[in-house]
């Protein structure tokens, strides 16, 4: 059976072309790696490389045996990885940032029931109204509501927030209310955080799109409690989700109504960001309880991984 070092060395070695080299990305000295390429041959009984001018390069039986030495040290990660698994407990501290919006109702319960089943596990959770940066959060875990944010982690969608128009009734005492969006510029307008300060575009069954360039906010809040409020309260029209909108009337029946009902406005995605590649086994378990727990009313469709 060969030894992983020596084949290890060897392989950076054919990566490198330099001993110095592949010696220094080892973290070995060169007498060592040297020490063990000479091993290697021995037990093979031919040499490996040879050099010509300041590299070294690889002998036919070389440029053939490394293929196999990396299929072996392949093997041999992929056996480690599943001895480690089977040993990882799922425990320790997860940093874990969530969108302002999901900050109450689902999210916060999915979290007290992860915790209940896992003993071992201490989360810090934060609020958020602000995606993260790119290179930042590469071991923290987010629920993010709006479309990707393009920050180099992962955005696994869960599922769309359906949005509609809405106003307070009070806030049309006194003013038409609006017929079709061309109409919508001449009204005041609350968003969340100055978040369609971007050509909004609005789809109607017969009439098809209106591209609607929406007016400064006299109000940017950053947060859907505080737009609902202030919507609710007669200060203008704004885009609200679905569910929080319908929440907000069974609590306060008749402060708000839809405007332009015919007129459908784009979804708001909630999703997952987390860093690529193989996450640890906790940082799996959260995400994997978060897609099961998601509620049902919300799965329109299939997760989508960008």
């Known amino acids: 059976m060969q030894d992983l070092q020596e084949l290890e060395g060897f392989v950076t070695v054919m990566a490198c072309g330099s001993l110095t080299e592949a010696a220094r990305r080892l973290g070995l000295p060169k007498s060592t790696l ?6 290697l041959e021995s037990r093979l009984g031919q040499p490996l490389l040879h050099r010509r001018g300041n590299r070294l390069c690889a002998t036919e039986a070389g440029v053939l045996f490394e293929r196999y030495s990396q299929q072996i040290l392949h093997l041999a990660r992929q056996g480690r990885q599943a001895m480690d ?9 997860l940093v874990v940032r969530v969108h302002s919006s999901c900050a109450r109702g689902w999210f916060p319960h999915a979290l007290q029931h992860f915790l209940a089943g896992y003993p071992g ?29 393009q920050c180099g982690l992962r955005h696994e969608v869960l599922c769309h927030w359906p949005c509609r128009l809405y106003a307070s009734p009070d806030y049309f005492t006194g ?5 079709h969006p061309r109409e919508l510029s001449s009204y005041d ?11 909004l575009l609005l789809q109607h069954q017969h009439e098809g799109e209106y591209a ?44 708000l109504q839809v405007c332009l009902p015919e007129w459908q406005l784009p979804s708001l995605p909630v999703g997952l ?5 193989r996450q640890p086994k906790k940082h799996q378990a ?21």
Do not use: M
Request: proline share 8%.
């Open 34 to 39: 040297s020490r063990r390429l000479s091993q």
């Open 85 to 93: 698994d089977l040993r990882e407990e799922v425990s320790g501290e």
């Open 121 to 149: 596990v201490r989360i810090t959770l934060h609020t958020e109204t602000r995606a993260p940066l790119t290179g930042t959060a590469p071991n923290e875990i987010w629920l993010w509501v709006g479309e990707d944010p």
């Open 175 to 179: 003013r038409a209310i609006p017929q």
């Open 189 to 199: 307008w609350v968003d969340w955080l100055n978040e369609n300060r971007d050509t």
């Open 212 to 255: 609607f360039q929406p007016p400064p906010s006299r109000l940017n809040a950053d947060n859907y409690v505080l737009q609902l409020d202030a919507i609710a309260k007669g200060e203008g029209i704004g885009v609200l989700p679905v569910r929080f909108a319908e929440g907000y009337l069974n609590a306060h029946p008749g402060c």
């Open 273 to 277: 960001l987390y860093s690529f590649g």
């Open 286 to 306: 959260l995400l994997s309880h978060l897609r099961s727990s998601l509620p049902a009313e919300w799965r329109e469709q299939p997760a989508v991984e960008n």
